[in-house]
């Protein structure tokens, strides 16, 4: 194709040339930005709440997760250490790649010498695999490719970890107990909903374990997490009766439903997620067919459209299919947008993706779906006066018209309850952004995620013009107040997953069709065919 002709080929030429120089160091300028407000997060952690899990960057006071006084599982270094790996390998600043340098040496050093997990608690297993395994086997991975440190320490620590949790998987029906004692090894039911597990936390831990498998060559992980899904389908009927979609409770020792709240919300989101990213990660077809007949369930029972605009949204089924469609949406189900742009171009860009054999008119459906849902969830932070979005809104329906004392956005699209205005610096709108930039080069993308960003610094920031150790990003508690309220937490996500997503956005040589993202934003390689059969990894079971 031959883009410029004629006389005024080389003034196009010059302004083309220009345009991408400009855009190159646009993208360059806004990575560095992201850098240092990660490096200020960090910096601040290290000097006033280092290796402690839980850190209140406001009043500078830490604890350790699920009652640990003595040893820390490592909650926020853990997870931060990839992001630093990821941003180490593409910063444009010498100074922030000789401190993102110094910082994983520091972090390697105490992973080394200081993290124990033979730990005398009860941990959640699905939180301990997605966060801790899933950042030791990501920071393995990623310090193998870049030749950074030594890998091994990652991996063998991954390896205990995942030994210690293997118990809670020796139930009767192989759907694991929802905590662990990685001391004892015993694990136990949930201690509150009649000892039902959440659904989506018992099926949130297939591609870490399944990794570790295809690195170590030992299939025990591998088996005892593929066991929870048989059962699963089979005494629900969840093809047939559920259309592939799920109760957010099950019953471990039985497999069925404990209730009939069906939401792509919390303990309901990640099912969903994990059915395509192990067909992402492994190309087992099984996977991709379950996940299909899921996307279809939510097209035909949870799709709907905000007054006045037309906002597509995903709702709720509170009682059941049956009973009447909830226009509530977490912030959590914004992952969405990006998982449908992957599950229907997987990872290529959509001009190459709709050339492929596999491309057909559900691929299609769900690639419009994806853009739809990603825009509602930027109009979620867009329409607040504060650009951060709340935990839950209301989408405007026939229902939700008039909800006393609640705030409607600017466009009358939504409603905020006063007790889901705060905002926890979750990464699931930016991650969507990131995933349909990439697959689109789309401009707009980026515009979206640098606004959101900005909001992020602005409001969640406090002190951040002094000295980097006093500079702390904290949660909101109210999004709607003027200037909106602080907490005082910072999860480890906003290291680990929002602030990774962003600077990912603004990368430019991102290839999606050989990573896989972890629930808690851990990239893992696909792992090759061969290798899958090398080490008998294959799925061992089937409807």
């Known amino acids: 194709m031959v883009l410029f002709k004629g006389i005024g080929a080389s003034i196009a030429i010059a302004a083309y040339l220009l345009f991408l120089y400009y855009s190159l160091q646009s993208s360059s300028y806004k990575r560095t930005e992201i850098e240092a407000t990660f490096l200020q997060a960090w910096k601040g952690y290290a000097a006033h709440g280092w290796d402690a899990d839980i850190y209140g960057p406001l009043s500078k006071t830490t604890s350790n997760m699920y009652g640990s006084k003595a040893k820390p599982l490592g909650w926020i270094i853990?997870?931060?250490?990839?992001?630093?790996?990821?941003?180490?390998?593409?910063?444009?600043?010498?100074?922030?790649?000789?401190?993102?340098?110094?910082?994983?040496?520091?972090?390697?050093?105490?992973?080394?010498?200081?993290?124990?997990y033979d730990i005398d608690a009860s941990v959640s297993l699905f939180e301990t695999t997605i966060r801790m395994l899933g950042g030791l086997?990501?920071?393995?991975?990623?310090?193998?490719?870049?030749?950074?440190?030594?890998?091994?320490?990652?991996?063998?620590?991954?390896?205990?970890l995942a030994d210690r949790m293997l118990p809670a998987f020796n139930t009767s029906t192989g759907i694991p107990?929802?905590?662990?004692?990685?001391?004892?090894?015993?694990?136990q039911k949930n201690h509150v909903d009649e000892g039902a597990s959440s659904t989506a936390e018992f099926t949130t831990l297939q591609l870490e374990f399944k990794y570790l498998s295809a690195i170590t060559a030992d299939n025990r992980y591998w088996k005892a997490v593929e066991k929870a899904y048989k059962p699963l389908y089979e005494q629900n009927d969840l093809i047939k009766k559920y259309k592939g979609l799920v109760s957010i409770y099950t019953y471990p020792d039985t497999g069925t439903f404990r209730g009939s709240n069906i939401r792509l919300g919390s303990r309901g989101d990640s099912f969903y997620e994990?059915?395509?990213?192990?067909?992402?990660?492994?190309?087992?077809?099984?996977?991709?067919?379950?996940?299909r007949v899921?996307?279809?369930?939510?097209?035909?029972?949870?799709?709907?459209?905000?007054n006045p605009s037309g906002l597509t949204y995903i709702g709720e089924k509170e009682r059941g299919l049956s009973g009447p469609l909830s226009s509530k949406m977490d912030h959590l189900v914004c992952f969405m947008g990006g998982l449908l742009a992957m599950g229907a171009t997987e990872g290529l860009p959509i001009s190459e993706a709709r050339n492929q054999q596999f491309w057909d008119q559900k691929r299609e459906e769900d690639w419009t779906l994806a853009q739809e849902l990603t825009y509602t969830c930027y109009q979620m932070y867009h329409q607040v006066p504060s650009g951060l979005a709340p935990e839950i809104v209301v989408f405007n329906d026939k229902y939700a018209s008039g909800i006393v004392g609640a705030w409607q956005s600017a466009d009358g699209d939504f409603f905020i309850k006063p007790a889901d205005s705060h905002n926890l610096q979750r990464p699931e709108t930016v991650e969507s952004i990131m995933f349909l930039y990439h697959l689109t080069k789309e401009?707009?993308?980026?515009?979206?995620?640098?606004?959101?960003?900005?909001?992020?610094?602005r409001h969640s920031g406090?002190?951040?013009?002094?000295?980097?150790?006093?500079c702390a990003y904290t949660s909101i508690t109210n999004v709607l107040s003027e200037p909106p309220s602080k907490g005082d937490n910072m999860e480890?996500?906003?290291?680990?997953?929002?602030?990774?997503?962003?600077?990912?956005?603004?990368q430019d040589d991102v290839d999606l069709t050989g990573l896989v993202f972890n629930t808690e934003a851990h990239p893992f390689p696909v792992i090759p065919e061969q290798n899958l059969k090398a080490h008998n990894l294959v799925t061992g079971w089937h409807l």
């Open 78 to 116: 853990i997870d931060s250490i990839d992001t630093m790996l990821l941003m180490y390998n593409s910063t444009t600043s010498s100074s922030n790649k000789n401190l993102f340098k110094h910082e994983l040496v520091k972090v390697e050093s105490w992973v080394t010498r200081d993290l124990d």
């Open 137 to 160: 086997l990501s920071a393995y991975y990623l310090s193998n490719e870049l030749l950074l440190g030594d890998p091994t320490v990652y991996l063998n620590k991954a390896k205990d």
């Open 177 to 187: 107990y929802s905590s662990i004692n990685l001391h004892t090894g015993a694990s």
């Open 274 to 291: 994990y059915l395509l990213k192990q067909y992402l990660q492994t190309h087992e077809r099984i996977y991709y067919d379950l996940y």
């Open 294 to 306: 899921s996307v279809e369930g939510i097209k035909e029972n949870l799709l709907s459209k905000s």
């Open 443 to 457: 401009q707009k993308y980026r515009d979206w995620g640098w606004e959101i960003f900005q909001s992020f610094r």
């Open 462 to 470: 406090v002190n951040c013009k002094k000295s980097d150790t006093e």
């Open 492 to 506: 480890s996500f906003w290291l680990a997953e929002t602030l990774k997503y962003l600077h990912l956005l603004f």
